[in-house]
């Protein structure tokens, strides 16, 4: 969530947890099943996209009422994905998320905030910043700036995409 002149935005990304890269985003000025609908839609695009097959996968998210809902649910299975809920009172299940969400905010909101005269206008905005995560190289890492990628050797999502794609198949 992020707060703009008083008005909240919410981010609903679906992150890889192998490569840490958002592979489904949604941006909206409020939580709703239309977030979550648009945030699986952008993911089975990407997917589809890549050629990645969604049959079998495992979706992880917190309690929230919208992934509670029968409306997801049945999204889910219609994708032929798993569904994965956070135990209750156990944030320890979405601390990689929350890690990404404290990092978006550090390095490409806070100190900028006043650059955003109103709630559409970071909406339109975070697609560029998720890709800049997702893609970023290792400059502001080598360069003794803290970065997203500090966490992963300093190397960006993408970078491990590359990475898994050349390993051995069996």
């Known amino acids: 969530m992020f707060s703009v002149k ?3 935005v919410y981010l609903s990304p679906i992150m890889d947890l192998y490569s840490r890269e958002i592979v489904g985003l949604a941006c909206g000025t409020g939580q ?3 977030l979550i609908k648009a945030m699986l839609d952008d993911f089975k695009q990407n997917m589809d996209a890549r ?6 996968l495992l979706l992880h998210s917190d309690m929230g009422w919208q992934y509670q809902h ?3 649910r049945s999204a889910l299975a219609r994708m032929g994905m798993r569904q994965s809920i956070s135990r209750k009172g156990n944030c320890l ?3 990689i ?5 404290g990092r978006l ?7 900028q905030e006043r650059k955003f005269k109103t709630a559409q206008e970071l909406i339109d905005a975070l697609p560029a910043m ?3 995560y997702n893609r970023s190289a290792s400059a502001n890492a080598q360069a003794g700036n803290p970065s997203l990628n500090t966490l992963q050797n300093m190397k960006a999502p993408a970078g491990w995409r590359a990475l898994w794609r050349k390993l051995p198949r069996s």
């Open 93 to 95: 299940d979405k601390a």
């Open 6 to 8: 008083g008005q909240w």
């Open 130 to 132: 998720i890709r800049w």
């Open 32 to 34: 709703s099943r239309l």
């Open 97 to 101: 998320i929350e890690i990404f969400f």
């Open 51 to 56: 050629g990645v097959s969604l049959a079998g």
């Open 70 to 72: 029968g409306t997801y």
């Open 105 to 111: 905010k550090v390095e490409l909101f806070y100190g």
